[in-house]
């Protein structure tokens, strides 16, 4: 009985290293297939590296691919004005002539801007050095953003449409109608335009622009959509606006100076007088 056992634990032993053998001599003769496993592995390894690699550079040169973005969303904003006066000098039957441009424009980035109060306010990192003044617009190829008042060198400082201060003379769409246009002091994209007369309807879904009745914007700068029409008094409509620019999601402006601002505040004074 012993003897059997024995020579079964031999047996068992004998098989096990057969079998030991018989794999290695598999691995052996698959290298090939062990090559291309291990090569795939390094590749995915390489693959993971080079895009984490990818994207930290991305992140790092976010901020030049953003700046570059502003820079032609101005070049739109000019030739979108440029083509506006020009269509009018054609309706008025004269040539168009470019010295008619009547607004300068500087790029700039947003340093600071305040959200959470009924008096918000802009610091951008554009001042007296780069030509900027006070009593200039702060524009985005979005809508009006708001108006800057304080000028240093490098730096300047203004109030934007987030403010219960300020109001914007806009245009609606078809009807032509003018009114100023304010914050309505509760949402990042909500305005509201108030005094319209009676005797238009507002529908839902026209488009609102800066009328071009002001020495800080440019006209025909698209500001949002109408909304729901109020009654007020029985005697004004009020609309609601909802604005194309969300002050939740701002990070570069266009400041635009009137170039005839001078000779206008200089008439004005005249006429006062």
């Known amino acids: 009985m012993a003897g059997r056992k024995s020579y079964g634990q031999i047996w068992s032993a004998a098989v096990f290293l057969i079998l030991e053998i018989a794999a290695i001599l598999m691995l052996t003769g698959t290298g090939t297939l062990q090559d291309i496993w291990i090569s795939r592995a390094s590749h995915r390894t390489h693959a993971l590296l080079w895009g984490t690699g990818e994207k930290v550079r991305n992140y790092f040169t976010l901020d030049e691919q953003n700046r570059a973005l502003a820079d032609k969303n101005m070049e739109l904003m000019k030739a979108v004005q440029s083509l506006g006066q020009q269509a009018l000098s054609f309706k008025n039957g004269r040539l168009y002539d470019t010295a008619t441009v009547k607004f300068r424009m500087i790029p700039a980035t947003i340093v600071k801007v305040s959200r959470n109060s009924q008096h918000n306010y802009i610091v951008l990192n554009k001042g007296s050095e780069d030509g900027v003044k006070p009593q200039t617009g702060i524009v985005t190829t979005n809508g009006v953003v708001g108006m800057v008042n ?6 300047s400082y203004g109030i934007t449409l987030m403010n219960t201060r300020m109001s914007v003379s806009a245009r609606i769409g078809p009807t032509g109608m003018v009114a100023p246009l304010e914050w309505d002091g509760k949402s990042t994209d909500g305005a509201v335009m108030r005094g319209l007369p009676l005797h238009h309807e507002i529908p839902p879904g026209d488009t609102v622009w800066t009328s071009g009745f002001s020495s800080v914007f440019p006209s025909d700068i698209p500001i949002g959509i109408t909304q729901k029409s109020k009654l007020v008094d029985g005697s004004t409509v009020e609309v609601s606006v909802r604005l194309f620019q969300d002050f939740s999601a701002l990070r570069y402006v ?11 505040a200089e008439i004005e004074k005249e006429a006062l007088k």
């Open 254 to 264: 266009i400041i635009t100076e009137n170039l005839d601002r001078d000779s206008i």
């Open 150 to 155: 304080t000028v240093g060198k490098h730096y």
